[in-house]
Nanobody
């Protein structure tokens, strides 16, 4: 089974950029839709972005779609979240997740994903 490890989080000033990476430490996620979720203090985990397992279809939350992009490189077993024009409201723990091509479910819903990384902290200062 795929295991996921996120990296690239850190502290950045408002208006800055970060690129998060999610790599498979074991197995391949070429047959998985990959998603990014985030959880801010006192809030529930929410959808950020997803990339379909095939066809290059991407999905972005309305709150980030003009600022974030998601991409994947199956040859490297890595999915990326490029975050630009960061705001303090983006501060959260960001987690990547995998949704099997063989299961149904809405890509926007966290319960559709069965494999999760440990998360990486993103802090945006004002």
């Amino acid at each position: 089974q795929v295991q996921l490890v996120e990296s690239g989080g850190g502290l950045v000033q408002a208006g800055g950029s970060l690129r998060l990476s999610c790599a498979a430490s074991r197995g391949s996620f070429s047959s998985y839709t990959m998603g990014w979720f985030r959880q801010a203090p006192g809030k529930e985990r929410e959808f950020v972005a997803a990339h379909s397992w095939s066809g290059g279809t991407t999905f972005l939350a309305d709150s980030v779609k003009e600022r974030f992009t998601i991409s994947r490189d199956n040859a490297k077993n890595t999915v990326y979240l490029q975050m630009n024009s960061l705001k303090p409201e983006d501060t959260a723990v960001y987690s990547c997740a995998a949704k099997s091509r063989y299961t149904s479910g809405n890509v926007y819903v966290k319960t559709s994903y069965t494999i999760w990384g440990q998360g990486t902290q993103v802090t945006v200062s004002s």
